[in-house]
């Protein structure tokens, strides 16, 4: 949603790593998000689109022509509202593609305001018209109506002070001095929309519609380009960000740009740091050609406008534009970034490689430990020695890690990009070397862990019998007494082992239900040779998705193969991989709400990002991947390792009150797996609270939108994809639509909450008895009673009664 594609994709396919025909050399750090790489971590094809992207942003820039300044003389229509209306109306700048200037905004009636439009008559574009009755949003209906002869008006407003500052830069008349400049027309049509926005019947009262003249000229640089051609431009000259106070670039079209308010600029007497300042994002069509210039006047700030409406302003240049010399700045350039999912295809097919191998470990540790040892006994002992799981853990942790760092070595570069800040243990800074060795570390622990699980398992399937007094025993002395003691002969722990079993399988099956289809093709997909800016893929509907659309038709679920690649890295453990699953998605949702990039909507010159629409787009993102992140705790905190880790001590303090306390030749292991399930539980817990926190942080940017929408009036209106009949957004979206989805993250968020705190309560009380035992001399010990008397040599159902 809101990705757009500028060009064709070409299906050429390029070589695999080992055959690409040349040295991409070394990435400096300002291509890879700041951080620098070295070269054994990313993979040379993909190093060779951010050379060639590099390329082609120079070749961009040259096309650029500039200059040091223009003559203006504007002509603008001004109504000044004023605290002449006692309502407080909702103003939408609409521009004639179907593009707003920003969000709307609230015309409270104060004493030097005003608005102000163009002086000729505008028209909505025909892709608008084709469906602007239907569907075109009740809010822009003030300034878009039908005229008589067929065609669709649009008056393009934009609120102003109106005070003695602006009075001197302009001259006003009350009376239309110039018929020429100033169209009837348009005067006209701009007093429908006041009327039609203040509620004005009959004719608009003396004195405030007003005709404005300024000339002046402009002596700040201006520059001439496509949009694709002036991104590269801020890309990769760092002189000119800071000369229009560029604070960001938000690809593939928009940057945002800081001013300062127009009553605090060139004020001596206010503080640097006390000075007021504001942000602008401004959006660009990659293919129509744009003026990016500084607005010298009343407002002092960076803007962009396409050349035909600046000719239209009576705008002409100081001198003849000149071709720009691009002279990319070395460390200073921002690189053109490279879609992840132009590799996540590739990553996917490792990940399922890995899966099988991983889990087929995991299963063949259960298979002969379990089969082997019924249908050989006299290989019992020799297949529960520790050392059989030893093996299994190196076979997985080794193929495990190749595969791991082969996945890396094609999304690093594309996830550096846009997270660009990398960090260890949920938030603490760090350079890619400590980066690596704690992600590959993560990744061993999480690895072994599944071999461990499996384990273990079959260790409780097999000793249920030796422990069953001891698990009576201690469920008849905790808070459960109260249960019938042939209930835990029952429950014993070969029962619950063979329960946590199918759902610690889940950690694997879970991940395949967002696969496109059963096909097992492993074999990695070639990459796809790109143009700049290339394709962005639509999202596919997982087998998941189809099962919900057959219980109900209208659930339409979409996932990216990125959102895959995360799933498929947790199946197997891969924490180098998933180590960017939730950042990477944040980043995309804190990128929406800074830049206000909303729905696509279809220009004359193709797709086009407008604001409307963006708090559903961070919903819509917030709620994809609080998706992914809590179900994903949901199998492996809750069902596997708060479980099983209580299942697990439990055992394990029954066999050292069996031993009298003394250590066990298997104690090791089991102590390992215990340590191991504690610390994967961490970074789970981590995310838990980033994820939270960020649902605050969006709830607080929507609310005010959600809360004051009418459920019946259109939100947005975004176009159809025409690539994926299969993949259609709505027509429109209504008010309800928004709440709905707001709605949705909130019940994530607070069932988050309640897996979080029932996760740790468990892992905290399995702890703890772990822990206090070791105090305890009969090796056994309860929150209610504390450590517990030795249990009697002769202790079963019949006699429990006697030592309670």
């Known amino acids: 949603l809101g990705d757009r594609a500028t060009t064709a994709p070409a299906h050429d396919r390029l070589p695999e790593e080992g055959e690409c025909n040349s040295d991409p050399g070394d990435l400096e750090s300002c291509q890879t998000g700041g951080q620098k790489l070295p070269r054994w971590a990313y993979n040379n094809c993909v190093a060779q689109w951010v050379q060639k992207m590099k390329a082609e942003d120079v070749e961009c820039v040259r096309q650029i022509t500039h200059c040091n300044g223009f003559d203006q003389t504007a002509y603008r229509l001004l109504f000044a509202y004023e605290d002449k209306f006692p309502q407080t109306p909702r103003l939408w700048t609409v521009y004639p593609s179907g593009q707003t200037g920003g969000e709307d905004t609230a015309l409270e009636p104060r004493k030097g305001r005003g608005l102000v439009a163009y002086a000729y008559p505008q028209d909505l574009e025909p892709h608008v018209v084709d469906h602007a009755e239907h569907a075109l949003n009740e809010?822009?209906?003030?300034?878009?109506?039908?005229?008589?002869?067929?065609?669709?008006?649009?008056?393009?407003?934009?609120?102003?002070?109106?005070?003695?500052?602006?009075?001197?830069?302009?001259?006003?008349?009350?009376?239309?001095?110039?018929?020429?400049?100033?169209?009837?027309?348009?005067?006209?049509?701009?007093?429908?929309?006041?009327?039609?926005?203040?509620?004005?019947?009959?004719?608009?009262p003396s004195g405030l519609l007003k005709y404005g003249t300024r000339t002046s000229k402009n002596t700040s640089a201006v520059y001439v380009g496509t949009g694709q051609q002036l991104m590269a431009l801020l890309?990769?000259?760092?002189?000119?960000?800071?000369?229009?106070?560029?604070?960001?670039?938000?690809?593939?079209?928009?940057?945002?740009?800081?001013?300062?308010?127009?009553?605090?600029?060139?004020?001596?007497?206010?503080?640097?740091?006390?000075?007021?300042?504001?942000?602008?994002?401004?959006?660009?069509?990659?293919?129509?050609?744009?003026?990016?210039?500084?607005?010298?006047?009343?407002?002092?700030?960076?803007?962009?406008?396409?050349?035909?409406?600046?000719?239209?302003?009576?705008?002409?240049?100081?001198?003849?534009?000149?071709?720009?010399?691009?002279?990319?700045e070395g460390g200073e350039l921002i690189p053109c970034p490279i879609n992840l999912e132009w590799v996540a295809q590739s990553g996917c097919a490792l990940a399922k490689k890995s899966a099988v191998v991983v889990w087929g470990c995991a299963f063949g540790l259960v298979l002969v430990r379990g089969c082997g040892g019924w249908l050989m006994p006299q290989l019992q002992n020799t297949l529960n020695n520790p050392w059989v799981l030893a093996v299994a853990v190196g076979v997985a942790s080794s193929y495990g890690w190749n595969t791991d760092l082969k996945i890396m070595k094609l999304c690093i570069i594309p996830m550096v990009q846009r997270v660009k800040q990398l960090r260890v243990f949920g938030g603490v800074p760090a350079n890619f070397e400590v980066f690596y060795a704690v992600a590959m570390l993560s990744s061993?622990?999480?690895?072994?862990?599944?071999?461990?699980?499996?384990?273990?398992?079959?260790?409780?399937?097999?000793?249920?019998?030796?422990?069953?007094?001891?698990?009576?025993?201690?469920?008849?002395?905790?808070?459960?007494?109260?249960?019938?003691?042939?209930?835990?002969?029952?429950?014993?722990?070969?029962?619950?082992?063979?329960?946590?079993?199918?759902?610690?399988?889940?950690?694997?099956?879970?991940?395949?239900?967002?696969?496109?289809?059963?096909?097992?093709?492993?074999?990695?997909?070639?990459?796809?040779?790109?143009?700049?800016?290339?394709?962005?893929?639509?999202?596919?509907?997982p087998l998941y998705g189809r099962v919900l659309r057959r219980v109900s038709s209208d659930i339409n679920l979409r996932i990216f193969h990125h959102e895959q690649l995360f799933q498929l890295a947790t199946a197997s453990g891969l924490k180098y991989t998933g180590a960017f699953a939730l950042s990477y998605a944040l980043k995309e949702v804190s990128d929406i709400k800074d830049s206000r990039c909303g729905f696509q909507i279809m220009t004359s010159a193709g797709l086009d990002v407008m604001y409307v629409g963006w708090e559903l787009r961070c919903l819509m993102k917030l709620r994809s991947l609080q998706r992914n992140i809590v179900t994903r705790m949901f199998f492996v905190v809750f069902l596997k390792q708060s479980l099983q880790m209580n299942l697990q001590i439990t055992l394990y303090n029954a066999a050292k009150m069996e031993r009298m306390g003394q250590w066990g030749n298997t104690d090791w292991s089991q102590v390992v797996s215990i340590f191991g399930l504690w610390v994967t539980t961490l970074p789970e817990l981590v995310d838990a609270t980033i994820l939270g926190v960020a649902f605050l942080k969006i709830r607080k940017a929507v609310k005010d939108k959600v809360f004051q929408i009418p459920d019946d009036e259109i939100y947005a209106c975004p176009a159809k994809s025409k690539t994926n009949g299969n993949f259609n957004l709505k027509e429109e979206y209504k008010g309800s639509d928004l709440k709905q989805w707001y709605r949705a993250t909130r019940r994530s968020f607070i069932f988050m909450l309640i897996l979080v705190a029932v996760s740790v309560f468990m892992i905290g009380y399995a702890m703890a008895k772990f822990v206090f035992t070791m105090r305890c001399k009969s090796g056994l010990w309860q929150f209610q009673g504390g450590c517990l008397d030795r249990m009697p040599d002769s202790y079963n159902c019949s006699n429990a009664k006697e030592y309670e």
């Open 444 to 541: 061993f622990v999480q690895i072994s862990t599944i071999q461990m699980n499996a384990w273990f398992l079959v260790t409780a399937f097999q000793t249920s019998q030796q422990y069953l007094s001891a698990w009576v025993y201690l469920f008849k002395h905790s808070c459960l007494s109260f249960i019938a003691c042939e209930a835990w002969t029952t429950l014993t722990p070969a029962t619950v082992a063979l329960c946590l079993w199918p759902l610690s399988v889940l950690q694997l099956f879970q991940p395949m239900l967002w696969l496109k289809d059963l096909h097992f093709q492993f074999k990695q997909r070639p990459l796809p040779q790109i143009q700049l800016y290339g394709v962005y893929e639509e999202p596919y509907e």
């Open 235 to 328: 890309r990769t000259n760092k002189a000119i960000r800071e000369e229009k106070r560029v604070v960001s670039i938000v690809e593939p079209n928009s940057f945002i740009i800081e001013y300062t308010h127009p009553e605090e600029q060139n004020n001596d007497d206010i503080p640097q740091d006390k000075t007021r300042t504001g942000q602008q994002t401004w959006h660009m069509d990659l293919n129509l050609h744009y003026v990016l210039y500084t607005q010298q006047g009343y407002w002092v700030m960076t803007g962009v406008k396409l050349l035909e409406q600046f000719h239209k302003d009576h705008c002409g240049f100081e001198q003849d534009p000149e071709k720009l010399e691009c002279n990319p």
């Open 139 to 204: 809010a822009w209906r003030p300034f878009c109506w039908k005229r008589d002869n067929g065609t669709w008006c649009v008056v393009q407003t934009w609120p102003t002070p109106y005070n003695e500052c602006w009075e001197r830069s302009w001259k006003l008349r009350d009376e239309n001095p110039n018929p020429e400049k100033f169209k009837q027309k348009a005067v006209e049509e701009f007093s429908q929309a006041m009327r039609n926005l203040f509620g004005i019947s009959g004719e608009i």
